[in-house]
């Protein structure tokens, strides 16, 4: 190599000039594939105009003793690597002791709380209070002038309104704000009413049951089917709660003769039950036969998705009903959901219209509509006359008189 680099100088001595390629690629045939090796170890590992085989100086001569096995090697190395023992300090680790100079950033300048001096002057009268003031009543004071970053929330609302609770005297400046023990309520009381009084009561039609509600009592579909015919000669009841009792669908239908032959029941809800879309249905068509229920409320069943035929069936029963006010059932479609709620809403209009009349009846006015104001309370209008002249516009006060 000291060779080859003389001969490129005929001096002697190495020229400043950079070496050409066809100067390099003979220095590097009159190599050694020992030194070649050499050269190669002193090359830069981080230079990326070099391939990363060339930049690796380990260069491993051992043969492949077979394919590769991740697995096999990744335990072996786990193995080998639990068996070798660690290396001892040549000192012993102390917890705590520090040893060596610490380095401090210079740019950074501590200073100490005990150094640093505020000299404010507030007065004797405040500065007594203060001194004399407990930490509860300066934890106060930092939350009326508003000293966020001194208190916790709890001691910030404490603060701000009387009809908050006094936050724990033993938190102090450190104190964590601490979860609002969550208020208790005591479960709903089971529904203890039996089926059986109830149909008798509806057999007998007891005056003082005018309401049933049979929510989540499981009743059996005979107990039902008994409720329903002794509800067709009932005139006393008026509303008949039935959720979540597993009606089924059998049951419901008889539900829908007897709501054709009954005519006093005013409130129904069946939710949360195993009613078909096509009873639902039936439902519907059969309450307009009396026109006395006002509120049907049907959420909730087996089928949540009724279809658009089911759905366009019961718009129609809805709109030929006048007296329905309140239907809970969820729509799928926008048309029969509009259409529905303006129905409802033409018979609320309907009924407030009554309402007014009766109001304007019982003033005296037997003959008033549903439009028609009290009497005497509108002036009596003239038919208004062609003037002879343009004039009389202008002495419109003069024409009065002469009239």
């Known amino acids: 190599m000291k060779d080859a680099m003389a001969k490129a100088a005929p001096t002697g001595k190495v020229t400043d000039a ?227 009792t597993s009606l089924t669908d059998w049951a419901a239908c008889n539900l829908a003769h007897t709501l054709e032959a009954n005519g006093t029941i005013e409130k129904l809800n069946l939710e949360s039950n195993n009613i078909t879309p096509q009873t639902l249905s039936k439902l519907f068509e059969a309450i307009n036969i009396q026109e006395s229920v006002t509120e049907l409320k049907a959420l909730n069943q087996a089928a949540q998705c009724l279809g658009n035929k089911v759905e366009m069936a019961i718009t129609k029963s809805i709109e030929n009903n006048k007296t329905l006010l309140k239907v809970g059932l969820q729509f799928e479609f926008n048309d029969c959901r509009n259409r529905v709620a303006v129905h409802l809403q033409k018979n609320l209009d309907r009924i407030r219209l009554k309402r007014i009349a009766e109001k304007f009846i019982s003033r005296g006015n037997a003959t008033a509509g549903y439009f028609a104001p009290p009497p005497g309370s509108l002036p009596v209008w003239k038919k208004a006359s062609t003037p002879e002249s343009e004039y009389e516009y202008y002495y419109s006060d003069h024409s009065d008189d002469e009239d």
């Not at 001096?117 to 004399?132: R, S, T």
């Not at 000293?147 to 009387?162: C, F, G, P, T, V």
């Open 18 to 244: 950079p070496l050409t390629d066809e100067e390099i690629d003979e220095l590097l045939t009159k190599l050694t594939s020992e030194e070649i090796e050499k050269l190669l170890e002193d090359t830069d590992p981080d230079d990326t105009h070099m391939p990363p085989s060339a930049r690796c100086t380990y260069h491993c001569e051992k043969a492949p003793t077979g394919p590769l096995n991740r697995k096999a090697l990744l335990n072996y190395i786990y193995d080998q690597a639990k068996k070798t023992p660690d290396q001892q300090d040549y000192v012993p680790h102390v917890p705590g002791t520090v040893r060596g100079k610490k380095w401090i950033n210079p740019q950074i300048q501590e200073e100490s709380l005990d150094d640093f001096q505020l000299d404010i002057d507030l007065g004797d009268e405040i500065e007594m209070a203060l001194n004399d003031a407990s930490t509860q009543d300066m934890i106060d004071l930092a939350g009326i002038m508003g000293l966020h970053s001194l208190i916790n929330q709890e001691q910030y609302h404490a603060s701000q309104s009387d009809k908050a609770d006094k936050a724990d005297p033993n938190l102090g400046w450190d104190g964590v704000t601490k979860a609002t023990p969550l208020k208790y309520y005591p479960p709903e009381a089971p529904n203890l009413t039996n089926p059986d009084e109830v149909l008798e009561k509806i057999i007998e039609n007891d005056e003082e049951q005018k309401e049933v509600n049979l929510n989540n009592v499981p009743v059996p579909e005979k107990t039902f089917l008994e409720i329903f015919k002794a509800l067709q000669n009932n005139k006393v009841l008026h509303s008949l709660s039935l959720s979540n």
